[in-house]
């Protein structure tokens, strides 16, 4: 099916982005990789009179490193952040993820600006983001302002970005040196999203766990933190029993429905056994037993 019709715009600046973004409130969109909004146009689920596109706006696609974190521009495309050896350094958690969106075709124009600004609770990022503590720049009419990714996503599809904002960095902080991450993601075919997945992201204090974030994706109405999972392991010697119980606390704080991809009651399961494997393959990569 055609999309309805709409203006399109290719500005090539970020501030010519915001005035056009300014001038029709809650009537214009920024076209990213078009891989989430192209379809919604043409299967008429929305209709958008006004399109602008950031793909001739310079200087917002790059993966840098500097002293304190790893800064990434929205305009960066999913296979540059899989193909990374910075992110596969740095980040496992991030090139697990990037790895398993989707397909090749779909990692070579979707960008990681878009697959966080749409909020689908199915996308893979938003769960990464939040357990790696990321943080996000949005620039709109009057500057730049710095949201966390935790409080970045408000509901489904809904997230913290005003009509005439865009998000222009994601800022990932270092962790300490005895840290590790996992992404665990079950799917029911190789190009999928997934019936479930889950984010965690570990730092260990000798033998004891110092800091834990764990986040979940396609479970809930939004990606958020497992709070009580986390307290779980936060300074627990990170043995069978610390990491069942965490597994059990995000099973059962999960939100999952039923639908196409299996019963509530399967997910749970399914949400129990993938969180166990990324706790323990975040401790392992965290340098833990
Ligand atoms: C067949 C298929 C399978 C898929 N499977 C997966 C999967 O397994 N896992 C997964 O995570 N995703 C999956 N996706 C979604 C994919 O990752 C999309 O690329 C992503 O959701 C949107 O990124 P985009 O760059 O294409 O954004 P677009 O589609 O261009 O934009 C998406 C939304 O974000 C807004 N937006 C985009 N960039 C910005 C910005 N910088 N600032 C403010 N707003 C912005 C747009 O206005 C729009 O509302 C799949 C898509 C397809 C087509």
């Not at 299967?43 to 800064?71: N, Q, T």
């Not at 999972?229 to 606390?249: V, Y």
């Amino acid at each position: 099916m055609n999309p309805p019709t709409f203006e399109y715009f290719a500005p090539t600046g970020i501030d010519e982005v915001i005035d056009i973004l300014a001038k029709y409130p809650g009537e214009a969109k920024i076209l990213a990789g078009g891989q989430s909004i192209i379809p919604l146009l043409k299967s008429r689920i929305s209709s958008i009179p006004y399109l602008v596109s950031l793909s001739e706006v310079k200087g917002l696609s790059y993966i840098d490193e500097g002293s304190e974190g790893v800064r990434i521009g929205a305009m960066t495309i999913d296979s540059d952040l899989e193909n990374s050896d910075l992110v596969k350094k740095r980040f496992p958690i991030l090139h697990d993820a990037t790895e398993q969106l989707a397909d090749p075709l779909v990692r070579n124009v979707g960008t990681i600006g878009g697959n966080l600004s749409h909020a689908d609770p199915a996308n893979d990022l938003p769960a990464v983001m939040i357990a790696l503590g990321a943080r996000f720049t949005l620039r709109g009419k009057g500057g730049s302002r710095e949201v966390e990714a935790k409080d970045f996503f408000l509901d489904t599809f809904t997230t913290a970005l005003e009509p005439e904002e865009v998000l222009t960095e994601i800022n990932i902080p270092f962790w300490g040196k005895k840290s590790g991450g996992a992404y665990v993601k079950f799917k029911k075919n190789t190009w999928n999203f997934s019936v479930a997945a889950v984010a965690v992201q570990l730092e260990l204090d000798g033998n004891r766990c110092r800091k834990a974030h764990i986040a979940t994706t396609s479970v809930s109405p939004k990606s958020g933190r497992m709070e009580k999972a986390e307290k779980a392991l936060i300074g627990a010697e990170l043995n069978d029993h610390a990491i069942s119980k965490a597994a059990a606390e995000v099973a059962t704080s999960s939100e999952p429905v039923s639908d196409s991809y299996g019963p509530e009651e399967y997910k749970r399961e399914i949400l129990r056994r993938i969180t166990r494997e990324a706790i323990n393959k975040a401790l392992s990569r965290a340098g833990g037993n």
